[in-house]
């Protein structure tokens, strides 16, 4: 079955073209780089694609610049015809389709990067083949242009910077703005990248690097800073040595240096997450150790018959045991978060009997209910209802949001749990307390760890643990979880909702 339509995303279509262009400038094979770029055109979007020669509207040769999809990956779609023009002349046409679902507009301008780059390099290659007379450097330099890539050439004897206004129009300035001198280019280098930039020039010039490269910040016509990668080479020396002449090209990296950032930091935050996971597995298994010889000695002094406790002894030592319990309880929940925030932990998605598992939570809170005079109860809840999610975990969250109805609620008080069918194959259940409710301006914090929006210090133990655990729970079953305050007319108190995928086929396997 085809995947769904999406655009490609402007970055790796702006990346596809420029492999294109330097395909090009490596191999001088305009062919090759025509056929490298129909392939990354049907890597970007699954439909055919083939570049088509054309001079003075009479097609030259067909079929020679074109590339499919592999079986079974194409999208459906709408044969479309769009005429390859460059400096003004057609120089052939390239053939796609529009997939069905995408707005053609949309489509049109985000391949156009690769459509610009097809009629250069098609016009190279009617160059090469001698259909068309054209001037080589141009149209390399018309080309590198259309990819986003502009030409420098200086003279270092009068500081003269050739084609500056191909960079000036790269940052947005008007032809003849910015002076026409690598010193006045120099004004625009971040005053934080200027030393770098001049180190690596001083390096090729002396013959110590084959090249010069450098990667730096330049402030544009609107005021922002760009990245810009500069390459260049000395292509002529003066009788003692000294770089007389320059080459060198210029290409806004602004894009590809926000991802390169953004995947520094996401390995950053991988990596740390990984060490907070190990460092959290290792200390609860240190806590967990002490603390079971705790509880167990705490249950030895309730249990112990040959010198029974007192009255007052027996209280302290449940004390003991409830805070060792709480203590447990809380460790469990850390690590559980740290490993389901990680990926790590184990999932297993199976199909569930909802009304089975609820049954088993609602007996289990039953008693705690009770304690707190709080009604607990389950209402219009289909009795074939199916869900796709991990029982185990599932029943966790679900005692989690109920433990949380009846903790944060006030004698004679209720918390109820609903479910129902939605379309698109999901499952909605609605646990619904009549409590104190949330303040709607702290809802954003609801699910963040340790947060209790105010209630640190009142009389209900929490760690603040519980709702981000089970967030992150139903996000790693596919589903959402979600709070609401009841409506005006209902008075105080909270929804909490649920949303998981339904299984699409087999029959129940857990309840």
């Not at 339509?5 to 262009?21: F, M, Q």
């Not at 008007?174 to 280019?185: E, F, K, L, S, V």
């Not at 603390?291 to 705490?298: C, E, I, R, T």
């Not at 918390?415 to 129902?420: D, G, T, Y």
């Amino acid at each position: 079955m085809p995947a769904l339509p999406r655009l490609p995303g402007a970055s790796s279509v702006w990346a596809e073209a420029h492999a294109a262009l330097y395909d090009q400038l490596q191999r001088r094979d305009a062919a090759h780089a025509l056929n490298r770029l129909a392939r990354a055109w049907v890597h970007l979007v699954p439909v055919p694609c083939c570049v088509e020669a054309t001079v003075d509207g009479d097609l030259v040769e067909g079929g020679l610049f074109e590339a499919e999809p592999a079986p079974g990956a194409e999208l459906p779609g709408t044969a479309l015809r769009m005429a390859l023009c460059h400096n003004g002349v057609q120089v052939g046409e390239l053939g796609t389709h529009v997939p069905t679902g995408l707005d053609r507009d949309a489509y049109l301008e985000r391949m156009r990067p690769l459509q610009d780059t097809a009629a250069a390099l098609l016009a190279l290659w009617l160059e090469a083949r001698q259909h068309a007379p054209m001037d080589s450097l141009s149209l390399v330099r018309a080309a590198m242009r259309e990819g986003g890539t502009f030409v420098w050439e200086w003279d270092l004897a009068t500081d003269s910077l050739g084609d500056i206004d191909e960079g000036g129009l790269m940052l947005g300035y008007p032809a003849n703005a910015i002076g026409h001198t690598q010193a006045d280019w120099d004004r625009l280098i971040h005053p934080e990248d200027a030393d770098a930039v001049e180190a690596a020039y001083q390096a090729h010039a002396r013959g110590e690097t084959p090249a010069f490269q450098s990667l730096y910040r330049a402030r544009a016509a609107d005021g922002q800073w760009r990245w810009i990668e500069e390459r260049g080479r000395v292509v002529a020396r003066d009788a003692q040595g000294q770089p007389r002449r320059m080459f060198g090209t210029q290409t806004d990296a602004t894009v590809q240096h926000a991802l390169e950032q953004a995947r520094r930091d996401q390995l950053a935050a991988e990596a740390a997450n990984a060490a907070k996971t190990q460092f959290l597995s290792r200390v609860s298994h240190e806590l967990r150790t002490p603390l079971n010889a705790v509880l167990g000695f705490a249950q030895l002094l309730e249990a112990d018959s040959a010198e029974p406790l007192t009255a007052d002894q027996k209280r302290r030592v449940n004390l003991i045991r409830q805070a060792g319990d709480y203590l447990l309880a809380m460790i469990g929940d850390l690590l559980d978060l740290s490993l389901v925030e990680s990926g790590r932990l184990p999932i297993q998605p199976e199909v569930v009997q909802l009304p089975s598992l609820v049954a088993d939570c609602l007996d289990l809170l039953r008693s705690q209910a009770n304690a707190a005079q709080i009604a607990l109860q389950a209402n219009d809840l289909p009795a074939s209802l199916l869900v796709q999610a991990d029982a185990m975990r599932l029943k966790q969250v679900l005692i989690n949001l109920l433990t949380n109805g009846i903790k944060y609620n006030r004698p004679g008080g209720r918390v109820a749990l609903s479910a129902c069918q939605l379309p698109g194959g999901r499952a909605q259940i609605d646990i619904l307390d009549n409590g104190i409710g949330l303040p709607a301006a702290q809802l954003d914090k609801l699910f963040l760890p340790f947060q209790r929006l105010g209630r640190e210090g009142g009389p209900v133990e929490g760690s603040g643990l519980g709702l981000a655990l089970s967030h992150a729970l139903v996000h790693a079953m596919g589903g959402t979880l979600t709070a609401h305050p009841l409506s005006a007319d209902q008075g105080p108190g909270t929804i909490f909702r649920v949303i998981l995928p339904q299984p699409t086929a087999g029959p129940p396997q857990a309840g």
